[in-house]
Structures are given as C-alpha cells and as structure tokens.
C-alpha cells in the first residue's frame, strides 16, 4: 500500500522553463512533507519542506505548493537549469513521530 | 566538516555470506535510519534508531540486523538470510527536536557475485 505515489517517473523540460513535479498522499496523519533531489550514486539532499499549516513555501527557485483537501503537494523549479537534472522524491512524515516515508520518484531532464 | 560517512562506496557479497555496511556521523545527531534503494524506485526503511542501544524495524527489516552502540554509529548488517540483497543503502541521521528532515550519506552499493 503506497502511501506517497508520484504518477510521473519522468519530466523533460528546457532550460529555463517552468517544472513541476506532482506527489499525492493518501495517510490524512502526514503533516509535514519534504523534497529531496538525488543523483546517481549519490545520497538525497534536502531540497524544501512544508508544514500543513502553510500552503505554500518558497525557497529561491523551489516553491512547494500544499492542497491538503486534495492530499496534493506539488514542487515548482523555476527557471530550470541543467543541473537541476536529478531524480526528485517528495517525502512525508507526521510531525510528532520519527518516520518518513518517500515516493517513488520523479526524474528530471533539463534541455539546454 | 559535518557529515554522514558510508564505507564501503561499493560491496560484494557471495553466498551464505553476511557483510556490513558502515554508517558514521559527526552531527551529533539522535536519530539514524537505515533505507535500501532498488532501481526506479523509492527509498524503504529497513531499521531505525532514535537513540543509542534501541532500535526498531523498518518496513523492511527481514534478513537485516543493526547495532547501536555509540551515537555517531549505525551498522546495516546484511545477513545470509537477506536473498535478494543487492541494491544501494542508504544511511540518514536527524537531529531530534527538529523538523523530521533528515540528511544522507553517499550510499553502498551492493552486489551479489
């Protein structure tokens, strides 16, 4: 049972373009939600978060968009750069408890 | 400088053959976690521990054990019983009393020859 899906396992976009990657929720108990970029061999690295009580959270070129009705949160790149080329995971956990679990990622490729 | 250390980058195993994988940071985090990574997929936790000789398991945790023994180290050991063990591990800390982000190493990969 995912609990945190990515419809999309892959986005190509051109450098300088807008990107948006797309994550849905199905535990009403997640409250706090992440997005981590990760190359290959590499680990993740924290990209930005969002608590439910916001509904948007901005960072640079990153913004997080949360629609908690439609359990939706989305990640907004903008302009889009080559190296933003990377997989993305958005994440979710309940702010009390210890946990986060992840989707199953989005793949980026930005076209110069 | 601060960090997660995982060694070795890349690991074979054969046969009937336990290893363990290595997992050290200097952030003087509380909590560490344990997650494996198989191709186009997402992370799953196999253990986790919010502080030094406890732990719990992950959604993952059969045919793995750890150890908690300091706070800056968490051993993955990937035992016999583990049969499909090849993938990429990845080791997380977080600094508890913080939002739950949580901060990586660079990953073992792990092969089975």
């Known amino acids: 049972d995912q609990q945190v899906k990515q419809n999309s396992p892959s986005l190509s976009v051109q450098e300088g373009r807008i990107s948006i990657l797309n994550c849905d929720y199905t535990n009403s108990m997640f409250d706090y939600f992440l997005w981590y970029k990760k190359y290959p061999a590499e680990g993740p690295t924290f990209l930005i978060s969002i608590s439910s009580i916001k509904d948007k959270n901005e960072d640079g070129r990153f913004t997080v968009f949360l629609n908690k009705s439609a359990k939706h949160l989305s990640l907004h790149i903008v302009p889009s750069q080559p190296g933003d080329s990377a997989v993305y995971f958005c994440a979710a956990s309940r702010a009390a408890g210890n946990k986060l679990t992840f989707g199953g990622g989005t793949r980026v490729l930005v076209k110069p | 400088d601060g960090g997660i250390t995982q060694s070795p980058k890349y690991l074979f195993r054969k046969e009937g053959q336990n290893v363990t994988l290595s997992c050290e940071q200097n952030?003087?985090?509380?909590?560490m976690y344990w997650y494996r990574q198989d191709p186009g997929q997402g992370l799953r936790l196999i253990y986790y521990s919010q502080i030094v000789n406890d732990f719990q398991k992950g959604d993952i945790a059969e045919g793995y054990s750890v150890s908690r023994e300091k706070k800056e180290s968490f051993p993955l050991t990937v035992t016999s019983a583990q049969k499909n063990p090849t993938a990429f591990y990845l080791c997380?800390?977080?600094?508890?009393?913080?939002?739950?982000?949580?901060?990586f190493g660079a990953g073992t990969r792990l092969s089975v020859l």
């Open positions: 997380a800390s977080r600094n508890r009393g913080r939002k739950n982000i949580q901060y």
């Open positions: 952030l003087n985090h509380d909590a």
